[in-house]
Structure formats: C-alpha cells, structure tokens
C-alpha cells in the first residue's frame, strides 16, 4: 500500500550576498556584526527557520518586544501555508511553533539576562542584539543550555553607540566587540564571524536609510550603519588603562597577614566603600569587597558592617571624602572607623594616581565585584562638539565606587608601589 505524502511550501526571504554565509556557515558559534536595517534579524529568522524544518528546538532571544515581533512576523510568514494546514500548531502568545507530540519547535522570546532565559531548553540558540545584553545571558544560562546536545549558538549585534547606552544591560558595554574580536582570530573552526553595512542590504531605499541617519553622529553612523567597532571609544575611558585579561582575577581567600585598606564615597542616598588588600611581597592590591548599602542606613550602621567586613585584618588605612567632608569624616571616628581626607583634592590628579597604577598591573579586581567593574567599564570622559573626549568625566557623580578608588590610590604612588621590597605600612605613602 502506498501512502501519498503531501508537500507544503516555506516562504523565506531571499537572502542579500552578505547573508548567504551566514545561512551556509557550519560553524559551532557565529558571531554576526550589522549596521541597523541591514538585514540581520531577517536572517535569524530565515536560520531557526532552518533548523526547526531539520527537525532542531532553535530558540531566538531578543531584549526588546519589537525586535521579537519582527522576528516572529518573518517566522510566521515563512510558515504559514503548513500552520494553515495543521501541520505544525501556532501559540501566539508563547511566540512558539512546534510538531506536536514532538520535540521540534521554534521559539523566540524577550530576554536580556540570564534570569529572563531561563526556563527553556534548545540546539541552537541566537541572542539577537547581544550588545544591549547582560554578558551573564550567555555565560551562565545559554552556554550550559547547548552542553548536553552540543548545541550551536549564533550572536548578532550592532556596535553601541553613546545613543544605546542608556537601554544596555551589559556590565562591559564592548562585551560583543570583543567576542567578535576573539571569534576573529580563532583559527579552530568552531567560530566565525559575519559583517555587513546597512548599505549591504538592498531591499532598503537609500530615502529610508537617509531618514535613519539624519540626525546621527559621525561616530554613531559609524557604528549603526557601517557596523564599524570604533576603537576610538577606548580614549573615552577614564579607565582604560585596566587590563582585564591579567587583573580581572577569580575571587579566592586573602591571606590574614596582608594589609587592608579602604576608600570612601559619603552621600546619604549613595554611600560607598571599596576594601582593597594589598599583599607585602609585591606591593599589588585586590579590590576584594563593595559596598554599596543605598540609602536609610545610619553611621553606625555602616562602621558595624566595615568591621564585619574586615575582621580579623589589619587595616592599616581608611581614605574618603572631600576636603569639605571633614565633619562627615570626623562622625565616623567617633564611632570607631577613622577615615582620613585624601592626600591629592583635584578629581584628575586623583584619576592619575589610579590609571598610573592600572598600566602597571597593580590592581586586581575580583571578577565577581560587578558593580565595581560596571562603573570602569562605563566611566567616561565627556565629549567636545567634534566628539573628542574633554578633561571631565561624564556623570561623575554616579561612579561611587571609582570615587573611593580615586581617594584610596591618591595616597600611593604607583612608582614606589612597582617596587618588590617588602615592607609593612608608611613606606608606600
């Protein structure tokens, strides 16, 4: 007896030059950089497509609602005729579509850190606008989400410009560029790496394109429309000088007999405290605990938790504070926790002091102090008219934590710290 097997048609979009490889691409992680409009959330789709018609669970995650619907818009479309016929079962609200009584299906969903993917499982997963993401997204949730199936994973993004730094959930806002940067220089196989410009895609007019970039920035366009990761945004770090490769460390015990210091940032709303070890032998310091309590809480409150912080250490040092905090300074020491008025006043000359140490790779932050490496990574100079970085720091007034940075190391000098002798306290001040 023979059975008569019926065909269904799948519209997809025929894709640009600069999509084909991407589609084509057997690479285990695809790294994608686009300008906007240029095409790349229409290859997402036309790629999970793909992978649901071979019988795959592709998951698509996006941080806003409209960049979903987008995604689905194109899914449905290139779906429709077998949905119609009720080959495969539509969910509107779950953005999901699935063989029933199987496991294949394809679904995008809103996420922007690990918490917001969690909950689903797949073989092949793409974060689409990976640069507005929290880097935990991938770290924690959808790299342990593709071991057990040995899963592919596709990442797509725009290089960021100052205009998307105010939706970013991203710790380290250049986290995509330097992935990118990585899965360049990969030579294994297992990644790859895609660009093109929003002038790539040709099913956009030039009027439209116009009306996007009008009112853009010379850097913007560069980024947003040529795909372009501007280096030049390094010079627009206040604390660029940072080497995260050999300082950002992973957190392990600090030794009883090293020296303890911290930095101070008053402010009843925002009050900050950074705890920093220093082991004898190198001179080199560990940003090991911050403190950022918010607001409510008393004097006493925070000596109580700076000493549940640093017990059983020496703390040889606590510095914080302008010089017209003096009273501020004076209310902690009646209360047991002595804080002295920095050596150096002025913001840049305090900035040098911590840059001069960060290009000597004296300062090592733990890779778990996220809120501290979040200001580092998003501290920046202001910018001229031109677009030139300035001598002041844009907002500086949010960066509590670089604050107690800047009164703590202005207390040392970073030629004496290079120094390997071994000593106990003043000699480094």
Known sequence: MTTATKEYTVTLRRPHAKQVPIRDSKAKRKVVRAGR?????????????????????????????????????EVKRALAEPIDAGVFKKNETEHTIEREGTKNRIKGKTAWNADTLRGDYSDFL????????????????GAPMLLDNNGDA????TPPSLRSAGVSKARDPRHAAKMFKKALADTTGRWETFSFTSHDNPYISEEALGEIIQDMSKASYR????????????SWLVYRAFNE??????????????????????????????????????????????????????????????????E??????RVGGSHQEDEIRQGYAAHGWPIQEPKISKVNAQVDKVVGMMELNKVFIFNDLYSRLDEIYNCLWELDADG????????????????????????FTPETVASNKRTRSTSFF
Not at 129 to 139: G, R
Not at 295 to 304: F, K, M
Not at 312 to 317: H, M, P, R
């Open 312 to 317: 059983g250490y020496n703390v040889i040092q």
């Open 388 to 411: 030139r970085p300035m001598d002041k720091i844009k907002d500086e007034q949010k960066f509590h934590l670089c604050a107690c940075a800047r009164y703590l190391y202005s207390n």
């Open 223 to 234: 980024q947003e429309i040529l795909a372009e990761d501007d280096e030049s945004q390094l």
């Open 126 to 141: 793409v974060l689409d606008e990976w640069q507005l993401m929290n880097e935990d997204t991938w770290e924690v949730v």
């Open 37 to 73: 409009r240029g095409g790349k959330t229409v290859v997402a789709a036309t790629v999970c497509v793909d992978k649901f018609l071979e019988g795959l669970r592709p998951l698509y995650a996006t941080p806003t609602s409209d960049q979903l619907e987008t995604w689905w818009f």
């Open 245 to 310: 490769e050999a300082c950002k460390i992973n957190r392990f015990p600090i030794p009883k007999e090293w020296l303890i210091y911290s930095g101070h940032d008053f402010g009843g709303a925002n009050p900050a405290a950074l705890f920093v070890a220093q082991d004898p032998a190198t001179g080199n310091f560990y940003e090991f605990n911050a403190y950022l309590p918010g607001a409510g809480y008393s004097t006493v409150d925070h000596v109580t938790e700076f000493k549940r912080i640093t």
């Open 154 to 157: 596709m990442f797509i993004y």
